[in-house]
C-alpha cells in the first residue's frame, strides 16, 4: 500500500496551495481519504475527510471555508485546495485511508508521508 504525497512548499500567508495524494496497492475507490497535519512539537490533528464516492466531506473548524477536499476516483487520487492559507496552517501534512469518513477521523487504516507546507507571515 502506498500513499504519495506531494504539493507541499512556502507560501505567503493568504496564498493558495494544492496538496495531490495517489494511491496505489489497495482499492482506492472504496475507501474514504483524507488529510491530517502535524507542527512540531504538536500532535497530528485531523483536517479533511471525503467519502469513496465523494458525497460526504468532513472538515475540522479551523480549516472550514478556507480548506477544500476532492478526489478523481479514475486518477486514484485525493486533493486539499487550501486557501487563505495562515502561519498557524504551517505543518507537515499527511494523507490517510480508512472504510469511511468516521473511521479515517479516528484511526485511519493506511497513512503516506508527508509533505511539509510552510506558510510565512
Known amino acids: 500500500v502506498q500513499l504519495q504525497a506531494s504539493g507541499g512548499g512556502l507560501v505567503q500567508a493568504g496564498g493558495s496551495m494544492r496538496l495531490s495524494c495517489v494511491a496505489a496497492?489497495?482499492?482506492?475507490?472504496?475507501?474514504?481519504m483524507g488529510w491530517f497535519r502535524q507542527a512540531p512539537g504538536k500532535e497530528r490533528d485531523f483536517v479533511a475527510a471525503i467519502s469513496w464516492s465523494g458525497s460526504t466531506t468532513v472538515y475540522a473548524d479551523s480549516v472550514k471555508g478556507r480548506f477544500t477536499i476532492s478526489r478523481d476516483n479514475a486518477k486514484n487520487t485525493v486533493y486539499l485546495q487550501m486557501n487563505s492559507l495562515k502561519p498557524e496552517d504551517t505543518a507537515a501534512y499527511y494523507c490517510?485511508?480508512?472504510?469511511?469518513?468516521?473511521?479515517?477521523?479516528?484511526?485511519?487504516?493506511?497513512w503516506g508521508q508527508g509533505t511539509q507546507v510552510t506558510v510565512s507571515s
Open positions: 490517510a485511508a480508512a472504510s469511511d469518513t468516521s473511521v479515517l477521523r479516528s484511526t485511519p487504516t493506511y
Open positions: 496497492g489497495f482499492t482506492y475507490s472504496r475507501r474514504a
